[in-house]
């Protein structure tokens, strides 16, 4: 089978994110600290993405299965600025982030999120089986990551997680669109806009340097 490796690491990396929902997390938990629980699953997970890059990029290249038209690409630099939003805006730190508040009104997790849109728009972008592969696993780590997460924060009962449930969502925009919250424009911050905007023109920068292409077709 060709590639059977990167296949192999996708899996693998893809499946050590359900590992979270198991009895494994609780039980090392318990006994070593949650330290050494993150300690290993960072390693684990820096280790199979590390394998399945590698592979990917040195994967052997089929016929795509599809070809995406030209519009697709002003599309998918759209895909690639909310992408970009939804991690420099959730990971910059702000002492008056609450959830149901800015970016956290769209969703409790805008990080993996980002990181999902980003892997989905890629997974449209090129139809490869070696680039569905290797951006599904991420696309699906993203997703079952953030729910496991999502489900683990609301039941251990913390501060910030408490009556979550009232005022925003694990899937992007749904508490909006039920009403429990409201997106306003004073919400959001000046500086962590520009970053995610900067952010956005240094990533169509550095693509076009390392993989000759551009995001957006001019």
Partial sequence: ???LSLFIASLGFLLLHFVS????????????????WMGIFSLFSL?????MTLEYLQANRFEDLWVMPDYWLWMNAALMFVAFAFIVLGNIPDKDAKLGKGIFAITRHPSNWGVAIFALAHMVSNGSIEAQMFWGSLFGSAVVGSYFLD????????????NSAEN???????????????LTHADFKLVPVIGAVSFWFLAMIVHVGFFGTYILPL
């Fill in 1 to 3: 089978m060709e590639n």
């Fill in 21 to 36: 929902a198991t009895n494994l997390r609780a039980a090392m938990v318990n006994k070593y600290g949650l330290g050494a």
């Fill in 47 to 51: 280790g199979f993405f590390s394998w």
């Fill in 151 to 162: 489900n683990r924060k609301i039941r251990e009962g913390s501060v910030r997680w408490q």
């Fill in 168 to 182: 925003s969502s694990w899937l992007p925009f749904l508490a909006i669109a039920q009403g429990r919250t409201r």
